[in-house]
């Protein structure tokens, strides 16, 4: 005899990787974020849209301070890259990523490179091509340029950024509805 048996119920593969440790681990929704234990594992599911992520994960090293600290900026950059560095909150996670959202972030990434090589060839070419009363501009508008590139690598690259961390919690943004 067949050991098919329509009536019961679907098998699936629920093995995730870790295992979290401790009664109280897991992963759970806030509103529109996702809270989850530092040691939690998240499903092989895209943390984007839901979809299944066929293995496709992606590890991710999170550090979060609080937005305060942005105020030191005002006063002396590297003095708020210390403290920045000293007070920060880290957290290790690996996220899982349907193909649609991983082609979407590598584009990003794709074209912040391209758009930041524009602009460093507009600085050289502007700072060469043009006029002397001009070569100034020229310089200005390549320098923009390359940190529009900078800024979009580096916004489009990010999957899920943490709205906060502490010692036991991890809160994420942009996550499936």
């Known amino acids: 005899m067949s050991e098919f048996n329509p009536y019961a119920p679907p098998r699936a593969d629920v093995s995730f990787g870790r295992t ?5 681990a897991g992963v ?4 529109k974020l996702l809270v989850m234990t530092k040691d939690a594992a998240l499903p092989d599911r895209c943390v984007r849209c839901n979809q299944p992520a066929d293995g496709l994960r992606l590890r ?16 002396s950059p590297l003095l708020y890259i210390i403290v920045a560095l000293i007070v920060r ?13 991983r082609a979407r972030r590598r584009r990003a990434i794709t074209m912040g490179w391209l758009v930041s090589l524009a602009g460093i060839a507009l600085m050289l070419g ?18 923009v340029i390359l940190f529009i590139g900078i800024l979009y690598g580096v916004i ?19 996550v499936s509805p």
């Open 89 to 101: 909150k880290t957290a290790k996670i690996e996220v899982g990523l349907c193909e649609e959202h």
């Open 28 to 31: 759970w929704k806030s509103g």
């Open 20 to 24: 979290p440790a401790g009664d109280d």
């Open 60 to 75: 991710r090293n999170l550090s979060w301070h609080p937005a305060a600290w942005f105020l030191l900026l005002a006063i």
């Open 156 to 174: 489009g690259a990010q999957v899920t950024p943490p709205k906060r961390i502490d010692k036991r919690f991890v809160w994420l943004s942009r």
């Open 126 to 143: 502007l700072g060469v091509a043009v006029p002397d009363q001009y070569t100034g501009m020229g310089i200005l508008i390549g320098v």
